[in-house]
């Protein structure tokens, strides 16, 4: 890959935007890459590892003169962020972000963005339940999702800019409207994640089932909630807190849903159970065709579950 930007700031330093360094150096996709996080012990642990050419004490002197500014923190915080670097954005720069829900970013985020300056939010699907600076690695992207949600009038170039590095990061990339992408990830991520919160919960209620028991018995499905429920408190309270009605809309379906499971286990309607079952399966089967994940005992995960 030839280079695409000639310099990218990456603001916050946890696995999403250590993760983007590693993979830019891979493919020499940016000349330079300046960081910053707000906490001064993650930037020394960032200079410590060689994460980042260059790590800043400021946000705003991450951002000078960079072709591309990346928002790697909580979705919360997105706002108070794009005030702080706003009077120092390059003109004809790109703003950019990663948080997993958008309208709620895109309003906190646009009214600070200078006219001078194109915003493409942006949303990589792509994770692991590791946070932190020294939790990244260059081929989280590979293979998977990255949606970009181009705002009204985004500029046609920098939208192709921005989903060239994408690609070049190893992602798939596609395109959204804000509302939309909010609807379908309260389906696909933040909906299982409170289910996954809550399942984790009940087995900690449940003091009839001892600690080591829900420990050493686990890999029978529970395993997987807990992987999801170890996931970052400070970026999912934020994420509930701003895609509200998408995901109270799917929790109410979901909840419909368990009644009429609950109503079938105690009538002893089979026949409902072995409909919903398969319908279900089929859905499992399709994310493997798709090439999102795959049949092995580990559920593809490799590196990222370690």
Not at 111 to 139: C, K, M, Q, R, W
Not at 227 to 251: C, G, H, Q, Y
């Amino acid at each position: 890959m030839s280079q695409i930007y000639d310099r990218v700031a990456l603001i916050g330093l946890g696995l999403i935007a250590s993760s983007m360094f590693w993979a830019i150096k891979r493919a020499g996709l940016a000349g330079e890459v300046t960081g910053y996080a707000r906490s001064e012990a993650t930037r020394d642990t960032a200079r410590r590892i060689g994460l980042c050419d260059r790590v800043c004490d400021t946000a705003q002197e991450a951002v000078e003169g960079a072709d591309l500014v990346v928002l790697c923190v909580p979705v919360g915080a997105m706002g108070a962020v794009a005030e702080e670097i706003a009077p120092v954005l390059k003109s004809g720069a790109t703003v950019s972000d990663v948080g997993s829900v958008k309208r709620n970013v895109i309003d906190a985020v646009q009214p600070h963005i200078p006219e001078t300056v194109h915003f493409i939010p942006a949303h990589p699907l792509a994770g692991t339940e590791h946070s932190g600076p020294e939790s990244g690695f260059a081929e989280l992207f590979d293979n998977r999702w990255c949606l970009l949600v181009p705002v009204e009038n985004s500029d046609p170039e920098a939208i192709a800019r921005l989903r060239a590095l994408w690609e070049g990061m190893g992602s798939n990339v596609d395109e959204m409207d804000a509302d939309h992408h909010d609807l379908v990830l309260a389906v696909t991520s933040h909906a299982p994640h409170l289910i996954a919160y809550t399942m984790v919960g009940v087995a900690d209620d449940l003091r009839r089932v001892t600690d080591s028991e829900v420990i050493k018995y686990s890999a029978a499905g529970f395993r997987d909630f807990t992987r999801i429920a170890a996931s970052d408190p400070t970026m999912w309270r934020d994420v509930f807190l701003s895609n509200k009605d998408a995901t109270l809309e799917i929790l109410g379906r979901f909840t419909e849903e368990l009644f009429a499971l609950q109503r079938a286990i105690r009538t002893g309607d089979g026949e409902h159970l072995f409909d919903y079952f398969t319908r279900t399966r089929a859905i499992r089967r399709g994310i493997i065709d798709a090439g999102q994940d795959t049949d092995a005992p580990d559920f593809g995960r490799g590196k990222s579950s370690t």
